[in-house]
């Protein structure tokens, strides 16, 4: 059964770093892309970028492009989002999500349970 | 990078009743790579639809999508209790993918 098990929620100072996970099982983690999506309360999706553990290929979205930091640890199937000084506006639920393989890579067929992030000072 | 501006905002209907939802890209998305997400409160979203037309593993038939260029849409012939949930459209043409803002479909 494939499943993404994210880490738990966090409560986080403005200028704190952050590092939450996301590890897969059930399938080959190296061959298939993984993807963030940030929530905001009340608000839609948002596509963060995506990164292929086989070779951390990584591509992010212009609006995420030097905001985070996308990794993964493939010796443990574990995908990463990375926060180097938290602002209150990163305050969001977070989901990874393996994308399909093939030409249409760009959906996203499993689904973490989410990581609520608080910003508050 | 390609905008999509989903319609109606909110879709109120009732259980048995057909559901159409729309979703207009600014570019014209090639491949049809267009995917469909239902979200209901408190869990994460769920693929419904990729390549525009394809279910995706699990989804019942009552679900279907079309369209190309443009202009797609997601059709839910006859709604059941579970179907009441936000829907969202996504492509996947470009480097990096873009959502709709959503669909909101209620219990009439």
New interface residues.
């Given amino acids: 059964e494939v499943q993404l098990v994210q880490s738990g929620a966090e409560v986080k100072k403005p200028g704190e770093s952050l590092k939450i996970s996301c590890k897969g099982s059930g399938y080959s983690f190296t061959t298939y892309w993984i993807g963030w999506v940030r929530q905001m309360p009340g608000k839609g999706l948002e596509w963060m970028g995506v990164i292929y553990p086989g070779d951390s290929d990584t591509t992010y979205s212009p609006s995420f492009q030097g905001q985070v930091t996308i990794s993964a640890d493939k010796s443990i199937s574990t995908a990463y989002l990375q926060w180097n000084s938290l602002k209150a506006s990163d305050s969001a639920m977070y989901y990874c999500a393996r994308h399909i393989s093939g030409v249409h890579r760009g959906a996203a067929d499993y689904w973490g349970q989410g990581t609520l992030v608080s910003v508050s000072s | 990078?390609s905008v999509l501006t989903q319609s109606p905002g909110t879709l109120s209907l009732s259980p048995g009743e057909r559901a159409t939802l729309s979703c207009r890209a600014s570019q014209s998305v090639s491949?049809s790579?267009i995917?469909w997400?239902q979200?209901k409160h408190g869990q994460?979203?769920?693929?419904l639809i990729?390549?525009a037309s394809?279910r995706?593993?699990g989804i019942p038939d009552r679900f279907s999508g079309s369209g190309s260029g443009t202009d797609f849409t997601l059709t839910i012939t006859r709604l059941e209790p579970e179907d009441f949930a936000v829907y969202?459209c996504?492509?996947?043409?470009s480097?990096?993918?873009?959502?709709?803002?959503?669909t909101k479909v209620e219990i009439k």
């Fill in positions: 990078e491949g790579y995917a997400y979200q994460a979203p769920r693929l990729y390549g394809s995706a593993t969202y996504q492509q996947y043409s480097s990096w993918r873009t959502f709709g803002q959503g």
